[in-house]
């Protein structure tokens, strides 16, 4: 992710200074660089976090690191605009702290979080939708995707499309086995079903850590349904004739395909060269704390306790 990140800085016209304690990654980043037609010359490696000014900041290691190395950057470096990698910790005492060392450096309103979905096109149609409804519930069926380090991502869909009210989390149950990592096997995460109970809204999701499927979400207003298949990465949404007089246990009648097409996923390095020229907003600290606060209550609920190994 840091690559790509680095990747669309280039793009967008940045002298980078990175900073990884990985060993070969300067080439692999040279030679990325290249095949993507972009100069390597733009990009300088250090030792060490570096300091100064920089018109953007971007944190992207694992969540074992990342609130050390943005105290480490604060307390001799500034950026114009922050970005920070989800989930920004593990451990929910760490998120609290990203919000108590960014308030103390004067740097809560321009510091961001990577929750790129809500920046993805059939999102915006599917919170449209969601904002005429008195009620509306989204389902989740998949299999270990891992709560912590992708289901995040789904928590804070749900979110952006009930506005951001943090829902109670009404029943948990995790899966008795962890999700392994590709990063390393000191790295795990969770599976589960749970259900999510707000104001106008609910979530009901079954995400096995046994199963190797991917996501099937649906949203589901008084007269419509949304389905959004991951594995095709297709979608549709079938709505009711706005004059049917048919009652409702006439189910399905005069329903139509309203609307169809591919999810269109942007390349992050595209996303980051948006978010770097400030084309695009990612959400603040302020509204991550929100979807951090409820994966950990999703957790809790379902019996696990933080410190979690999730990144």
């Known amino acids: ?126 919170a449209e939708l969601c904002a005429r409804e008195d009620r509306f519930s989204v389902t989740l069926n998949g299999g270990a995707i891992g709560l912590g380090c992708m289901g995040i991502h789904y928590l804070d869909t749900f979110l952006a499309l009930s506005g951001d009210e943090i829902p109670e989390v009404t029943w948990s149950e995790l899966s008795p086995t962890r999700v392994a990592s590709g990063r390393g096997a000191q790295f795990t995460d969770f599976g589960g079903d749970f259900v999510l109970t707000g104001p106008r809204a609910r979530l009901m999701a079954s995400l096995e850590a046994a199963s190797s499927a991917n996501v099937l979400m649906t949203v589901r207003g008084a007269h419509f349904l949304a389905q959004v298949d991951y594995t095709d990465m297709r979608w549709k949404i079938s709505s009711r004739n706005p004059d049917s007089a048919l009652p409702n246990y006439r189910y399905g009648a005069d329903y139509t395909v309203k609307e169809e097409g591919v999810v269109v996923v942007p390349a992050m390095d595209l996303v980051t060269h948006d978010w770097a020229l400030g084309l695009i907003i990612m959400p603040g600290l302020d509204q991550a704390m929100k979807t951090h606060v409820l994966l950990d209550r999703i957790l809790q609920a379902g019996g696990a306790r933080p410190p979690y190994q999730y990144t």
Do not use: C
């Open 1 to 126: 992710m840091g690559r790509r990140h680095l990747k669309g800085l280039v793009r967008a016209g940045f002298s980078v200074t990175a900073y990884d304690i990985n060993d070969g990654l300067e080439e692999t980043v040279k030679k990325e660089l290249i095949a993507a037609d972009l100069s390597a010359d733009r990009v300088s490696f250090t030792s060490a976090i570096p300091g100064g000014n920089f018109d953007v900041a971007i944190f992207a290691e694992t969540t074992v690191n990342r609130l050390q190395n943005f105290k480490q950057f604060l307390s001799h470096g500034r950026a114009a605009r922050i970005l920070l990698e989800k989930p920004m910790s593990a451990d929910p005492d760490e998120v609290r702290d990203f919000h108590a060392v960014a308030l103390a450096n004067g740097v809560v309103g321009n510091t961001q979080v990577n929750f790129v979905r809500r920046h993805w096109p059939h999102l915006h149609k599917l």
